[in-house]
């Protein structure tokens, strides 16, 4: 069976769900400080009448101001940015496995300093490496699973790595019910080294990414890597030299079609084709090509492509998604109160991976552009009646309002940025086109985390008539300039925008 008309190959499953265990590791470190706020910083006597006083070597509590808390909670997107702008550098130098490893390396360290935090600048410090981690995750995970995947199975494999960053924030809003007093939320935090050094003991059974060795000009082992995802008794002949065509800009049928079908002669007429200097893509006989720089990435062919990925995930952040996530607690609990409050934000967390959920199936079913327009308009409509709820004091409509703006974001603004880029970018653009999208991502989430306890403070939840306006304005954008991507090959996607397949490696 010819590989491209292939669904979801065993192999290429496992691959994924412990790739996308980086994602479960994102998800927590996102989820973690919500739900044990009051007793981190000892408010409404969660700490006693002496809350920052030394129990076992630790304090129990710190004081931090609204606009310090702001900053220690989004910290982790600093750390995030500096992950997103080096990730594409060390994905391509290093490959994505070992980048994944190095990311494990940064999660483990993280955890283990907020767990044992002294001062409000350790605890902000163990934000920020935890937020590196996330960061580089952010630029491998997604690759990693969009160049692994099969046409058809692509969207559900993209789907992943949203999924599990909503289990990851449902699992740290749970464990914090029971650890959300002082000294437990220590252990809250420690926990999110576990996922890391299970996901590095397990790495070795994970395969390279094929479109990384092809870019690397090693052929016959990302054929045989091809191979082993798609399952022996597949015919990976045709997609492996579409493959190498995209990547190295050759036509390698017309050049020496050995080399697509080497697998069925044997290794030897492989290797024979790969050592022949006649037969090897001209632009990669002085060695292999190197993927482009952000600088370069923005005056070539695929600047536009970029583009729309790069704002796709603006909008994913702008819509105003984390301010919910990192302060429901807060928030709701002006409405509500503390107490409840907190059984509503796990509520709103066991929405989020629902609505996750529905949108693996739906996202192969509708396609990524249909499910971006009904996930953006929904967002605007409920930011809408989440301040008229509020202002005409009808609790109900809050919580409605709540539960819709969860809904809507998951079903499609949620997974789908995390996907987009590679579908519409070849390998040598893709790296620095994540690095930048990624470093956008957790740049606006940075900003939104900091300035979303003091826009409380002043608007209440007028707030959310700010996300209103930006998500109707993401909604046009979608209609007029995102292509649908869905069970389409890249260079179809190109062809339809005009960007030609790259030529030179200069």
């Known amino acids: 069976m010819d590989s491209r008309e292939l669904g979801f190959p065993g192999y290429m499953v496992y691959c994924g769900l412990l790739a996308a265990m980086t994602s479960l590791s994102i998800g927590y470190v996102i989820g973690s400080p919500n739900v044990p706020e009051t007793a981190i910083r000892g408010l409404d006597g969660a700490c006693g009448p002496d809350p920052y006083t030394i129990q076992g070597g630790f304090p129990n509590c710190f004081e931090f101001s609204d606009l310090l808390w702001g900053f220690a909670v989004g910290s982790f997107c600093l750390g995030a940015l500096a992950g997103g702008l080096t990730g594409g550098t060390v994905q391509s130098n290093f490959g994505r496995r070992k980048t994944m490893f190095i990311c494990n390396i940064f999660f483990f360290i993280g955890s283990l300093l907020l767990g044992l935090t002294y001062h409000q600048a350790q605890f902000i410090v163990g934000r920020v490496i935890v937020g590196y981690a996330c960061g580089l995750?952010?630029?491998?995970?997604?690759?990693?699973?969009?160049?692994?995947?099969?046409?058809?199975?692509?969207?559900?494999?993209?789907t992943i790595f949203q999924l599990l960053i909503v289990v990851g924030i449902l699992i740290s809003n749970l464990i914090g019910l029971g650890l959300s007093t002082p000294p437990k939320w220590r252990i809250l935090f420690a926990i999110n080294a576990i996922p890391p050094l299970i996901q590095t003991f397990l790495l070795p059974s994970l395969t390279e990414s094929p479109r990384w060795l092809v870019s690397k000009n090693r052929l016959q082992e990302a054929r045989d890597v091809l191979q082993k995802l798609r399952g022996q008794g597949?015919?990976?002949?045709?997609?492996?030299?579409?493959?190498?065509?995209?990547?190295?800009?050759?036509?390698?049928?017309?050049?020496?079609?050995?080399?697509?079908?080497?697998?069925?002669?044997?290794?030897?007429?492989?290797?024979?084709?790969?050592?022949?200097?006649?037969?090897?893509?001209?632009?990669?006989?002085?060695?292999?090509?190197?993927?482009?720089?952000?600088?370069?990435?923005?005056?070539?062919?695929?600047?536009?492509?970029?583009?729309?990925?790069?704002?796709?995930?603006?909008?994913?952040?702008?819509?105003?998604?984390?301010?919910?996530?990192?302060?429901?607690?807060?928030?709701?609990?002006?409405?509500?109160?503390?107490?409840?409050?907190?059984?509503?934000?796990?509520?709103?967390?066991?929405?989020?991976?629902?609505?996750?959920?529905?949108?693996?199936y739906l996202i192969d079913k509708t396609g990524r552009r249909t499910l971006l327009l009904v996930s953006l308009g929904g967002l605007t409509i409920s930011c809408i009646l989440l301040v008229i709820g509020a202002y005409a004091d009808i609790g109900v409509l809050v919580v409605v309002s709540v539960f819709l703006y969860t809904a809507t974001f998951a079903i499609g603004l949620g997974p789908i940025p995390w996907l987009l880029l590679s579908e519409l970018l070849p390998t040598y653009a893709l790296s620095p086109a994540s690095a930048v999208?990624?470093?956008?991502?957790?740049?606006?989430?940075?900003?939104?985390?900091?300035?979303?306890?003091?826009?409380?403070?002043?608007?209440?939840?007028?707030?959310?008539?700010?996300?209103?306006?930006?998500?109707?304005?993401?909604?046009?954008?979608?209609?007029?300039?995102?292509?649908?991507?869905?069970?389409?090959?890249?260079?179809?996607?190109?062809?339809?925008?005009?960007?030609?397949?790259?030529?030179?490696?200069?």
């Not at 630029?139 to 559900?156: D, H, M, Q």
């Open 137 to 158: 995750g952010g630029v491998v995970a997604p690759t990693y699973l969009g160049e692994i995947s099969t046409i058809k199975g692509r969207g559900t494999m993209g």
């Open 437 to 506: 999208a990624t470093s956008v991502n957790w740049g606006t989430n940075f900003v939104i985390s900091l300035i979303f306890p003091s826009l409380n403070k002043a608007l209440g939840s007028g707030t959310f008539i700010l996300f209103a306006a930006i998500c109707g304005v993401g909604t046009v954008y979608v209609w007029f300039f995102v292509p649908e991507t869905r069970a389409r090959p890249i260079e179809d996607i190109m062809a339809e925008k005009g960007v030609a397949p790259r030529t030179d490696y200069m």
């Open 234 to 360: 597949s015919n990976v002949e045709h997609e492996f030299k579409d493959m190498v065509q995209l990547i190295l800009g050759q036509n390698i049928e017309a050049e020496d079609t050995r080399v697509a079908t080497a697998g069925a002669q044997g290794d030897s007429a492989f290797e024979e084709a790969k050592g022949d200097p006649e037969a090897t893509p001209a632009s990669n006989r002085n060695g292999s090509p190197q993927n482009y720089s952000i600088i370069r990435l923005f005056t070539s062919e695929c600047r536009g492509l970029a583009i729309i990925g790069i704002l796709i995930h603006f909008f994913q952040q702008a819509s105003g998604i984390n301010g919910l996530i990192y302060y429901s607690t807060s928030f709701l609990g002006d409405v509500f109160g503390t107490g409840n409050s907190k059984y509503i934000t796990v509520g709103v967390s066991c929405c989020n991976l629902l609505s996750t959920i529905a949108s693996v």
